[in-house]
């Protein structure tokens, strides 16, 4: 258990939907990354927080935005999805001063 | 960052010492090599890292050549839970919290019994 939490774990959608998904830090840490895993595209950052202000963007497109609240907790919006935004989500906190990161267990989302 | 290369697959027969490679023969001076692993569709998990000296955890040894261009991970006693994609990672250490890990297509490793 990294202490990294992630709700829900599982999200079934239809096309053309906004989800929100969840991730709790540990405790203290103020960075929170946000990843997305799919089949053909393998594991891909798509955006850093850091003690609520944005620090580094990836590959993330314009109908996704996240947001990290001052209880340090970030939600990454999906919106207008299609189907291939079907993939794991993956939210991973770091401490200061430590480049290791610690992953939660995802949130699997399905669009049909 | 640099960029890394991996074998896609290797085996390993359990409580044998599993020995994986990792290329980054365009590695900065002022770049780390880390290791992560990822257990079938499970968050991935941190196992070492390391700039030029060998290192060592509870988890594994990590060999870093003198020259800097391959490392190699060593999990001493393999056993059926190590089964994971392996990922070596080549990054620069940040003052600041943090930066963003790119994970490449990594190493399957199967521990068979």
């Known amino acids: 258990d990294s202490g990294v939490t992630q709700t829900p774990k599982h999200l079934i959608t239809a096309t053309g939907q906004r989800v929100t998904l969840r991730c709790s830090p540990r405790?203290?840490?103020?960075?929170v990354y946000w990843y997305q895993q799919s089949l053909d595209q393998g594991l891909q950052f798509l955006i850093q927080?850091?003690?609520?202000?944005?620090?580094a963007k990836g590959n993330i497109l314009e109908r996704f935005s996240a947001q990290q609240f001052p209880d340090l907790h970030s939600e990454l919006n999906l919106s207008s999805l299609e189907l291939g935004d079907s993939a794991l989500y993956f939210c991973?906190?770091?401490?200061?001063?430590?480049?290791?990161?610690?992953f939660g267990p995802g949130t699997r989302l399905t669009v049909t | 960052d640099a960029k890394t290369t991996q074998p896609p697959s290797m085996d390993c027969a359990e409580g044998r010492a599993a020995n994986l490679p990792c290329n980054h023969s365009?590695?900065?001076?002022?770049?780390?090599v880390y290791w992560y692993r990822q257990i079938h569709s499970q968050g991935p998990q941190y196992i070492i890292h390391?700039?030029?000296n060998n290192e060592t955890n509870e988890m594994a040894s990590l060999i870093i050549t003198e020259d800097r261009k391959s490392s190699t991970l060593i999990l001493p006693h393999a056993t059926l839970r190590d089964t994971a994609v392996y990922y070596c990672?080549?990054?620069?250490?940040?003052?600041?919290?943090?930066?963003?890990?790119?994970f490449g297509e990594g190493t399957q490793l199967t521990v068979n019994p």
């Open positions: 991973a906190s770091s401490p200061d001063g430590v480049w290791e990161q610690y």
């Open positions: 390391g700039l030029k």
């Open positions: 405790s203290g840490d103020l960075s």
């Open positions: 990672i080549v990054r620069v250490a940040r003052e600041t919290s943090g930066s963003r890990l790119t």
């Open positions: 365009t590695i900065s001076g002022n770049e780390y």
């Open positions: 927080y850091y003690n609520g202000e944005e620090r």
